[in-house]
Nanobody, 122 residues
Framework: QVQLVESGGGSVRPGGSLRLSCTAS????????MGWYRQTPGKERELVAF????????????DVADSVKGRFTISRNNAKNTVALQMNSLKPEDTAVYYC???????????WGQGTQVTVSS
């Protein structure tokens, strides 16, 4: 059974930082692209960032949404089956439910976590 369990969400003031973490089980972590998406009420889920695995023939690919570029950083630890999203200089418009994802192809998640709420408000 595949499980993606997020942690680290919460409330923070504008300009603050949060670090989200996702622990995966039930998948071969090293061959999956891991990502973070977010969703607000009435809007579609949108990509925040993803990081693909490094293989014998390819280097890891990282994609970050323009809206968070320079503020958010994604990283993965294959030994611990975790993917993290470091979020700095948070803005009210970053408020959303953040979802961890895993997929065998870029931009195509196969699995989702349950989501964690991030609220940025003064």
């Amino acid at each position: 059974q595949v499980q993606l369990v997020e942690s680290g969400g919460g409330s923070v003031r504008p300009g603050g930082s949060l670090r989200l973490s996702c622990t995966a089980s039930g998948i071969i972590f090293g061959v999956h692209t891991m990502g973070w998406y977010r969703q607000t009420p009435g809007k579609e889920r949108e990509l925040v960032a993803f990081i693909s695995p490094t293989t014998a023939t390819t280097v890891s690919v990282i994609d970050v949404a323009d809206s968070v570029k320079g503020r958010f950083t994604i990283s993965r630890n294959n030994a611990k089956n975790t993917v993290a999203l470091q979020m700095n200089s948070l803005k009210p418009e970053d408020t959303a439910v953040y979802y961890c994802s895993a997929g065998r192809k870029l931009y195509t998640p196969d699995y989702w976590g349950q989501g964690t709420q991030v609220t940025v408000s003064s």
